[in-house]
């Protein structure tokens, strides 16, 4: 039987883990914990995001899109998912969420811990569709190196019937296995894992609001289906160390032949009208290691080679 989720061994205040959770933590790259905020920091957040779900707040620049299905298609499954949403409501910039979200990442990472990027998801209520098995850092760039965690948290009361968090034990140690697209359409943004794991080890992770979960970006993860008569509402804070060049030749095929509506309209503001806001963004938000990788990304698209 895998380990019990923290939440169920030891309690947790919303800024400081105890020596058992950082073992948990590291042995088996998730943890889940009972409140990390404020019951009114979860409602505010709430309504923020509900709002800017309404806007679709960044659809132009790629930042709102279908996380789970071709946006081409209008029969396909639908995750909706802002990127960046800070971008777009200065509030969240300055939660107590993210406060104690930076100081549990300095105990696990270190002290060079620091903010990373944040996302938000809706799984709309009834087919909300589930979240393809997969590893977060089966979407990065292969030719570096990554130390960093998601604080995934509820917006209101997370199970088995609405798509709580799923992990399997352990399974960050194994290095990044083998990813695709769903039903090999590389129009959708989502990968899945399709082999290496055994889906009977998976651990399921509900909450209350305000509830959170810790992964590594190596460790595999999924959601279920929102099967409830409620939309569920996830807010996601991601902190890392600076990424190393790789140690070692990595390849993500799955990655290659991606081409998304979403990559389009973020290209396509790039090149265009955001493409100083994008640059301000970036000195404004990250260290001179990400600026300088930024730069070149930014350098290759404009001009190629």
Same mark, same amino acid.
């Given at each position: ?7 169920? *061994? ?18 088996? !790259?998730?943890? *889940?914990? /009972? ?12 309504? &923020? #995001?509900? *709002?800017?779900? +309404? ?22 499954? %639908? ?21 104690? @979200? ?5 105990? &696990? ?7 990373? &990027? ?28 990554? *130390? ?6 509820? #917006?209101? /009361? ?10 399997? =034990? !352990? ?10 697209? /769903?039903?090999?359409? /590389? ?12 889906? @009977?080890?998976?651990? $399921?992770? =509900? ?21 409830? %008569? @409620? =939309?569920?509402? $996830?807010?996601? #804070? ?17 990655? +290659? ?30 260290? =001179? ?8 990304? #930014? ?7």
């Amino acid at each position: 039987m895998p380990p019990l989720p923290a939440s169920e *061994s030891a309690q947790t205040s919303c800024s400081h883990l105890s020596e058992e959770q950082i073992n948990f933590f590291k042995e088996n !790259g998730y943890l *889940s914990l /009972p409140r990390i905020t404020s019951d009114e920091e979860v409602a505010e957040l709430r309504q &923020i #995001l509900e *709002s800017l779900f +309404q806007k679709k707040a960044g659809i132009d620049q790629g930042a709102y899109f279908n996380f789970a299905g071709a946006e081409e298609d209008e029969d396909a499954p %639908n995750i909706p998912q802002i990127i960046a949403p800070q971008n777009f409501a200065g509030k969240l910039t300055k939660t107590e969420f993210r406060r104690n @979200a930076a100081e549990l990442a300095r105990q &696990i990472l270190g002290p060079e811990a620091k903010f990373h &990027i944040d996302h938000t998801l809706c799984k709309p209520a009834v087919d909300g569709a589930a979240t393809p098995w997969h590893q977060d850092e089966a979407f990065k760039d292969p030719k570096y190196d990554y *130390s960093e965690i998601s604080f995934w948290m509820a #917006l209101q /009361p997370v199970n088995e019937v609405n798509g709580c968090m799923e992990f399997i =034990p !352990g399974s960050h140690q194994v290095g990044v296995l083998p990813h695709r697209s /769903p039903n090999d359409d /590389p129009r959708i943004h989502a990968i899945e894992c399709f082999e290496g794991f055994d889906h @009977a080890d998976a651990v $399921a992770c =509900p909450l209350p609001a305000g509830g959170c979960t810790l992964h590594t970006g190596r460790t595999l993860h999924g959601a279920g289906p929102n099967r409830s %008569n @409620a =939309p569920r509402y $996830a807010y996601v #804070l991601i902190f890392h160390v600076p990424p190393q060049p790789a140690q070692g030749q990595k390849n993500f095929p799955w990655l +290659q032949d991606k081409k998304t509506a979403r990559m389009e309209r973020r290209k396509s503001w790039e090149e265009g009208a955001g493409k100083y806001v994008t640059i301000w963004r970036v000195i404004k938000s990250k260290g =001179p290691a990400d600026y300088k990788r930024f730069c070149l990304k #930014l350098k290759k698209r404009l001009f190629g080679g």
